[in-house]
């Protein structure tokens, strides 16, 4: 089986277990978590890179890139009470992920590719400069 794309790993994992994507939804967004983040992903079971780390944004509640980079497409809400879900995809291949942000750090659980690959993520907020 091919390995998944390192991005798609990663980016699902950035900020995602108490939240589904139709709650934040119903919930509305939360900009208290608001900022930088730097993301550790771990892969537990299938044929993605072992772990990643990558930074992720969050504006207004919504989980957006970090940069510029537009190689990929992200998309995700977190509500008041610090629940996640993301949702990312790359050259056809797709990644999510769910779990809960407390203060400045976070994590949760993510798979892709129909489970194929899933594991772990936990985030840390970088200060503010």
């Not at 993605?48 to 990558?54: A, G, I, L």
């Not at 969050?58 to 890139?65: A, E, H, K, L, N």
């Not at 980079?69 to 996640?84: H, K, L, T």
């Not at 949760?108 to 590719?113: D, E, L, Q, V």
């Amino acid at each position: 089986m091919k390995r998944l794309s390192v991005l798609t790993a990663v980016a699902v994992a950035l900020v995602m277990a108490a939240a589904t994507p139709s709650e934040a939804a119903k919930k509305g967004r939360s900009g208290a978590y608001d900022g930088l983040w730097s993301v550790s992903i771990r892969t537990q079971a299938g044929p993605c890179d072992p772990s990643y780390r990558y930074p992720a944004r969050i504006v207004g509640g919504r989980v957006v890139q970090a940069d510029n980079d537009f190689s990929y497409q992200i998309s995700g809400n977190v509500i008041a009470s610090g629940g996640i879900a993301v949702t990312v995809s790359k050259g056809g291949q797709a990644a999510t992920g769910y779990g809960k942000l407390h203060g400045s750090s976070g994590g949760g659980r993510w798979s892709a590719g129909g489970n194929a690959c899933y594991g772990t993520w936990s985030a840390m907020k970088r200060a503010s400069n």
